[in-house]
């Protein structure tokens, strides 16, 4: 069973950058899509960002498109998802997934 260790989450200000990361253990990743979410309070978990492993194909939802990069390194099992000018609709609890698995996610918060 894969396992999905997020971390990075933090308090940031508007404007600031934070880089979260997932590392994954347990499974090889050639093939599969790792897939960032978000579940801000009160309202429902939505998809972030996606990359695909072996090739790097990258899909954002419009919420991050021009600000946030998804990537990944191959040789950690890790993708990262680098969020730039953070703004405090960003809030959230930040999840990495994996086909059906879920990591713990981290919590970001963004101060106005």
């Known amino acids: 069973q894969v396992q999905l260790v997020e971390s990075g989450g933090g308090l940031a200000q508007a404007g600031e950058s934070l880089t979260l990361s997932c590392a994954a253990s347990?499974?090889?990743?050639?093939?599969?899509?790792m897939r960032w979410f978000r579940q801000a309070p009160g309202k429902e978990r939505e998809f972030v960002a996606s990359?695909?492993?072996?090739?790097?194909?990258?899909f954002y939802a419009d919420s991050a498109k021009g600000r946030f990069t998804i990537s990944r390194d191959r040789a950690k099992n890790t993708v990262y998802l680098q969020m730039n000018a953070l703004k405090p609709e960003d809030t959230a609890v930040y999840y990495c997934?994996?086909?059906?698995?879920w990591g713990q996610g981290t919590q970001v918060t963004v101060s106005s």
């Open positions: 997934k994996l086909q059906n698995d």
């Open positions: 347990g499974r090889t990743l050639s093939g599969y899509v």
């Open positions: 990359i695909t492993w072996t090739l790097g194909n990258t």
